[in-house]
């Protein structure tokens, strides 16, 4: 097997019963079975028979997290979860655990809990960041932000993948989950800066033909950084209710107005305010505030972005 010599592996082991081996050797000898069966059902049942016959085995933190992938697959996200169980945040500090905790998130995400996948991402920063796993940890906080409706946090996290790692192999994905990210946000505008750089800089990837399909157009001079922070908007309503925000969200996005946001506050009972605009300037904000003032008989107040 370690030379590479699999099918005279499979030869030898097919004369093996680990049941009639001692303990350890029986143990080792069905664990390599499941590793190298040659089609996907097999290696499945091998997996499981090793971790029934085998449950405290020095392999079985390996057979579970293989099954679970399996499982996840397969498109078993709850059977996959059970499995991963065993992988448990603050106390995982090799690689095999740091996978294990990723794959237990996106599990808990595939069965529609985002929420709780959120949450679970969060407790595993210890294990996770900083590691060799960091980059798919990353990216998986940001898938579960996003489902969870929390695209704030998912360009946070999208924005360390791309300050550590800008052409790493999650680099094109992230770019354009930053993108979708600042579109859920309301933020149209730098969405589309955004979906343009993944074409520009990585013209080959699958993000960059979705990209283009959304019409997208790469030329022009290359463009550098991230409209991700900094400028100015304008908020032109806070109200109690978010019905009433969104109203008003919708009815600007009709008259015209791009990059519309609806913020929840932090206080107890949470204030939703209605900003619009993206601009580098004080000075452009105002344009726009006193368009609105004048058009809609808006007031307003300029704030930073």
């Known amino acids: ?16 019963d680990p049941a009639l081996l001692p303990r350890a050797l029986g143990e080792a000898a069905a664990f390599l079975s499941a590793s190298i069966a040659e ?5 499945d049942r091998l997996l499981d028979e090793y971790l029934n016959n085998y449950p405290r085995g020095p392999h079985r933190r390996a057979a579970a997290l293989a099954l679970a992938k399996s499982q996840y697959a397969q498109g078993d996200y709850r059977e996959a979860e059970n499995l991963l169980s065993i992988f448990s945040p603050g106390v995982e500090r090799d690689p095999l655990g740091r996978d294990g905790l990723i794959w237990r998130g996106l599990s ?47 360009v946070e996290a999208l924005k360390v993948i791309l300050a550590r790692y800008p052409r790493g192999d999650y680099a094109p994905q992230a770019l354009y989950a930053m993108g979708i990210s600042l579109e859920t946000m309301g933020r149209g505008a730098d969405a589309a800066a955004v979906f343009r750089q993944v074409a520009q800089r990585f013209p ?17 001079p290359p463009m550098l950084g991230l409209p991700i922070g900094g400028g100015y908007a304008i908020q032109v309503g806070a109200f109690a209710r978010r019905e009433l925000a969104e109203a008003l969200g919708k009815d600007l996005r009709l008259a015209g107005v791009g990059d519309v946001a609806v913020l929840e506050g932090r206080e107890a009972t949470p204030i939703y305010r209605v900003r619009a605009g993206a601009y ?3 000075d452009e904000a105002r344009a726009l ?7 809609r008989g808006f007031s307003y107040t300029i704030v930073p972005r």
């Open 108 to 154: 808990q995400l595939g069965r529609g809990d985002a929420a709780g996948a959120l949450q679970h991402f969060k407790s595993a920063k210890q294990d996770l960041d900083g590691s060799s796993e960091e980059e798919p940890y990353y990216f998986a906080v940001a898938e579960a932000a996003l489902r969870a409706s929390r695209p704030r946090e998912a």
């Open 1 to 16: 097997m370690d030379r590479g010599r699999v099918e005279e592996a499979r030869a030898l082991l097919k004369g093996v």
């Open 289 to 295: 505030g006193e368009r609105l003032r004048r058009e």
């Open 204 to 220: 080959d990837s699958y993000e960059a033909t979705r990209a283009r399909d959304r019409g997208i157009r790469s030329a022009g």
């Open 280 to 282: 580098a300037t004080r």
């Open 39 to 43: 089609d996907a059902g097999t290696v």
